[in-house]
């Protein structure tokens, strides 16, 4: 069963051994366990919903407590201290785009705000009910979630928008092929999520962004339904789907998604080489880039990322023999880890491979082979369960990322940093990687650690604080608020900054042609 009020499956641990453990003691300090509100008290808390009756709406508290919060840091805080405070008046699971018309309907007749809901994975408050006075219907699309059609000489698949990462790719894999579309939240989110927050999945190298995935689309609107055909390419004017991507669901309910697939590649290897710093590796990695090498993946971490990454990964026999052997070959303190991913026919994977390496070798890089990115391959989507060991040791742990161009991403890494340590007084532990790397820049991936406090409001007010320092130094430095995560609640009073007036009342017209009564997910994007 999922956890109500922490990421993934009950059943799934994420150990941390007795080494992992002092490592962070010494860097954070000992973590202030704090105890978590019980689900029956919350259940408590849940007012009475505001809805009239409808058969495709279940008003059962613990349906709306668990369609309240997404998966944020203050998300977490909420569940964890019982002070949810705002729930959907009501949750519905439509099978049907008819149905979801009739939930369109419902809503706007009662008056009330229509939230989407794909996973619930969100980190940036999307699918959260506002206090706005008018109740609030959720609806969550994750039983629309069938392969609706496959075309296998398009290499074309549509699906209903509420599938899932494991579901769609299983329904892929009996026709050969992938999406190749893998966030760290791949269990649980879903496709008309990605769409909807602009995602971009652990290989988006390889096989793209969400965006150039996306080929065609059907969004309900309050206004009727718009139709988004999936052409190959088109100069027919501007392009709707580009208005849909990001869209958060203020726009419609997507309810069928065709996705450009791949064929599965025949191999996948994982490689890591150790850098003597950030600077020699984000040197080789803008080689292979420029030489424009099939790779799949690119992630490099920075010197406190790589030692953190090394210290809590457990295999402490294997890791001592690294350090060993990378220490003989002149890499000490500062050392970066940069993972290369290969994937394809056997004959291209060898090209790539050897092209990379050499790539490397020019810029100092120590290639120490596939184990290391085998064991990131096999834990990639295991490392969120690591959110729930920390916090019951008594840590926070949050991220944020960006993109800038490659001039401005070591400054701004330095800055990010630097931000979120002077924004308080209290120990924190902050790292850094670039998970994607593009010709012209990259993102930035930060995470940042730190012991909870004893009130969670005092949490809250020490994540806020911190937040609003790093997103700041991110658009002092021309950074973009999200290069994955999306908008939302949390980034939306930073988009002015970067769309301007004119691009925000843009924004603003396109939403409110689709929904004159402004009925759609208020609130999140802008
Ligand atoms: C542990 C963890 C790891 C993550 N890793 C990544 C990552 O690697 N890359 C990345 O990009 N993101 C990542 N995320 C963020 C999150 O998973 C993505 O934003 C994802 O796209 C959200 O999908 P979802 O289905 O959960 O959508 P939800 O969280 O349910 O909703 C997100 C937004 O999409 C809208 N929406 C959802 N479904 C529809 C629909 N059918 N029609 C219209 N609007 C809809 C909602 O209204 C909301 O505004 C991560 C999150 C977590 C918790």
Redesign the pocket.
Known sequence: MQRWNG?GDESIDYPLHDSARRYLETLVGPGSPTTDADQHSVLQSVPASRLPEHPLVDAAPLTRLLHAR???LPDWIALRSGRVNTFPDGVAYPTTSQEVRQLIHFAAQAGAHL??????????G??NPLDQGAPSLTVD?RR?NRLLNFETDNLLATFG??I?GPDLEAQLRAHGCTLGH?????E???????????????QSLGYGR?ERLFAGAQ?ETPQGLLELPAFPASAAGPDLREAVLG?????????Q?TMRVSPLPEREDFHAIFFPDFEHGMAAARRMLAERLPLCMLRLSTATETATTLALAGHEGLINALQTLLKARGLRQGKCMLLVGFCGKPGVVQFARSQALAAAAAHSGIHVGKVFGAQWHKNRFR??YL?NTLWKLGYAID?LETAVSWSRVPALIEAIETALRSSQAGRMHVFTHL?HLYLHGSSIYTTYLFPLSADPEQTLARWQAMKSAASQAIQAHGGTISH???V?ADHAAYLPAEKGALGMQTIRQIASSLDPQGMM?PG??F
């Open positions: 990421w997404g998966q944020s939230i989407p809901y794909g996973g619930g994975t969100s980190v940036v999307h699918i699309m629309m928008s509420g899932t893998f966030p760290q939240s791949f649980y989110s879903t496709l008309g999520g990605w769409v909807a927050a602009r995602s971009s999945g652990q969400i969004l869209s958060e669901g203020r726009l419609g309910l997507l309810t998604v490392t969120p959110r991220t998970s994955q995560h999306g939302g997910n999140k994007l």
